[in-house]
């Protein structure tokens, strides 16, 4: 098993910056794609930012330029860096790590940016 725990949300008014962490425990061995996604109610979860094992990354078109994911292997933990802020990033973010064929998500942490 695999578990996963975000930390780092809170709120900030626009064009603030926060960062967000996922500490990975468990059976870490093997885990590949490490990414956050966010979701606010009513809509589909969305993807934000994938970083691979070899530390590939890609972000979605809202965040490009903004936003910075990065991982600690030594720590097994996974960041997402978060500038330029505004109040279409409100949500709830979840971090999701896949080992093998099987895909892990965080308990999720709230971001909420004020205009």
């Known amino acids: 098993q695999v578990q996963l725990v975000e930390s780092g949300g809170g709120l900030v008014q626009a064009g603030g910056s926060l960062r967000l962490s996922c500490a990975v425990s468990?059976?870490?061995?093997?885990?590949?794609?490490m990414g956050w996604y966010r979701q606010v109610p009513g809509k589909q979860r969305e993807e934000v930012a994938i970083i691979s094992s070899g530390g590939r990354t890609n972000y979605g078109d809202s965040v490009k330029g903004r936003f910075t994911i990065s991982r600690d292997n030594a720590k097994s933990t996974v960041y997402l860096q978060m500038n330029s802020l505004t109040p279409e990033d409100t949500a709830v973010y979840y971090c999701?790590?896949?080992?093998?064929?099987?895909?892990?998500w965080g308990q999720g942490t709230q971001v909420t940016v004020s205009s």
């Open positions: 999701r790590v896949v080992r093998g064929l099987s895909a892990y």
């Open positions: 468990g059976t870490i061995f093997s885990i590949n794609a």
